[in-house]
């Protein structure tokens, strides 16, 4: 993990930290969780469900300190530690889908189901963040959510990652250590999956 997705100006106080912790004082790292538990389980919170959220970040928090030899001093610890939540959600849902596989008929929540059409809309908007601020595609949000459940693990978090949050393929390449040039294709072949999807449910 020696490159990051976000260019951040480093913390010198989180490098302090992480020299400390690397020479053998495991106590120190507590201010580092303290300071990032809240960016952290934002991160953690967009990407799994809400009854899993505190037990993935806390996965987050105890693989970066098994990482932090991988961490280079004078970078940002924070984009470090967004790479390292983000790989953690992507783990999370490849354990999900070995152990379950999730049926179209069961993605359907009820009410009026978003178009396929409306996918598309959705994810050609310049900002996740007006697509967020319309009150009045809350329920179509959710089905989204639903939707999302048919695809791959990887699929699923560079639609997120890349059309929903807005990151560079540069950054989620990074993300889930892949080239750009698969993270194109695979973006090209989720979002036409996903659009099979809504097309059968609507």
């Known amino acids: 993990m020696e490159n990051y997705p976000k260019d951040e100006m480093p913390d010198t106080c989180d490098d302090e930290v992480v020299r400390r912790v690397l020479a053998g004082d495991a106590n120190a790292y507590e201010a ?34 098994g990482s932090l030899g991988s961490f280079t001093l004078g970078r940002s610890f924070r984009a470090w530690l967004t790479t390292v939540a983000v790989r953690t959600c992507y783990d999370f849902w490849r354990r999900e889908m070995r152990c379950k596989e999730t049926p179209v008929s069961s993605l359907v929540p009820g009410g009026d189901l978003p178009s396929a059409e409306w996918m598309d809309a959705v994810l ?49 390449a990074l ?28």
């Open 32 to 65: 580092l969780l303290v300071k990032y538990t809240s960016h952290v389980g934002r991160v953690v919170g967009r990407h799994v469900p809400f009854d899993q959220a505190e037990e993935v970040a806390h996965d987050v928090f105890v693989r970066a300190y």
């Open 175 to 202: 993300f889930l250590n892949m080239s750009m040039a698969n993270v194109k294709i695979n973006a090209f072949r989720s979002r036409r999956k996903l659009r099979l999807v809504l097309e059968k449910i609507t």
């Open 124 to 172: 050609s908007a310049d900002s996740h963040r007006r697509f967020h601020a319309d009150e009045t595609r809350k329920t179509a949000e959710e089905v989204l959510s639903f939707a999302l459940g048919a695809l791959s693990a990887r699929e699923r978090m560079i639609m997120e990652l890349y059309y929903l949050e807005g990151y560079s393929t540069r950054e989620v």
